[in-house]
């Protein structure tokens, strides 16, 4: 017994004589993504700054799948593991949640609302505390969506715009989605969902009025519904724009957005945080490239010919 406990505490003997690798605790506020491309590119990004997973540095992933209500936990959890770096790319509420349970433990964020007015950093250019990250342009987006909705569907007088109720950070995406709207003139209608019966409530609702095409901006629960999203969206033959590809290569119609950019992103902030530098001296950086996905035989399908211009820009057109 005397030299089985032994043997065993050999390589834990071992391991303590080696320097502990740090550890990033990163949390996605959504479902294990079927596409691997997001923390792939993540991983991308800690790369370019020197760290490689499992060799350099330690990852610890926490999912949410949708539930807002779990990330404070899931933070918690990452607190008490005393991880190095909290990394919630894709989402702001858990960057909000961060924030609220530690100042000292650096938080590096992706996502698209206004980390200012949200009060997650003083400033882009000085951010101060232990927050910063990538900011994505959430009105610019949402106008560009809108804009690509109407080269595609341009009898459309009203967009609907499906928000689920629930994200912390709901008034500010959908006045946000409101500013976009005004700036290029377009009616936009708001349209609330935050379980699998309310989604079919909601595009049961739109049938009923009959917009000329609906828009599903980022959120974690409804990238966990991404099939029955597509399916209503055919089914009631509703031209629909979502903010990422996989909802395309699902049957969507179109999505646009910039989500493995901000990751890659993230994970050279992360990187650079390990090496040493204050993410109070990071300014809180854009996204540069935006991509445009249309599902060609979807358009084909709700009677839609994509004009020659959206196909010219188009980042991938699926067949």
């Not at 779990?70 to 990452?78: G, K």
């Not at 949640?97 to 100042?103: D, E, G, I, L």
């Not at 000292?104 to 101060?128: M, N, Q, T, Y």
């Not at 957005?257 to 890659?264: E, L, P």
């Amino acid at each position: 017994m005397t030299l089985l406990g032994g043997v065993a505490a050999w390589p834990l003997v071992a391991r303590a004589q080696q320097p502990a690798m740090p550890v990033i605790g990163l949390i996605n506020a959504g479902v294990p993504e079927p596409a691997a491309y997001r923390l792939t590119a993540f991983r991308q990004g800690l790369s370019e700054a020197g760290y490689v997973e499992g060799k350099s540095v330690a990852i610890e992933y926490r999912q949410a799948e949708g539930r807002y209500d779990l990330i404070p936990e899931l933070v918690a959890d990452l607190l008490r593991r005393r991880v190095a770096i909290i990394a919630t790319p894709g989402s702001t509420d858990a960057a909000l949640a961060a924030k609220a349970a530690t100042s000292v433990v650096p938080i590096v964020f992706s996502d698209g609302e206004d980390p200012v007015k949200l009060g997650l950093v003083a400033s882009l250019a000085r951010p101060g505390g232990n927050v910063t990250g990538v900011a994505v342009p959430a009105t610019e987006l949402d106008g560009k969506r809108i804009r690509v909705l109407r080269e595609l569907v341009p009898m459309a007088t009203s967009i609907g715009v499906l928000l689920n109720p629930s994200r912390p950070t709901f008034d500010a995406q959908s006045k946000g989605i409101r500013e976009a709207a005004r700036a290029v003139r377009q009616e936009v209608r708001i349209l609330e969902a935050n379980s699998e019966h309310e989604i079919g409530f909601a595009f049961a609702m739109a049938a009923a009025w009959r917009p000329g095409a609906l828009i599903v901006p980022p959120d974690a629960f409804f990238n966990s519904r991404r099939e029955q999203l597509v399916t209503l969206a055919q089914s009631h033959a509703i031209p629909t724009i979502y903010d990422n590809r996989e909802f395309v290569a699902a049957g969507g119609l179109m999505s646009y957005g910039s989500f493995a950019d901000g990751y890659r992103e993230t994970g050279i902030y992360a990187g650079r945080i390990l090496r040493g530098e204050k993410p109070a001296d990071l300014p809180v950086t854009q996204p540069t490239k935006f991509e445009l996905v249309i599902n060609r035989k979807t358009a084909k399908a709700l009677g839609l010919d994509v004009p020659d211009k959206l196909l010219a820009i188009a980042d991938e057109v699926i067949e």
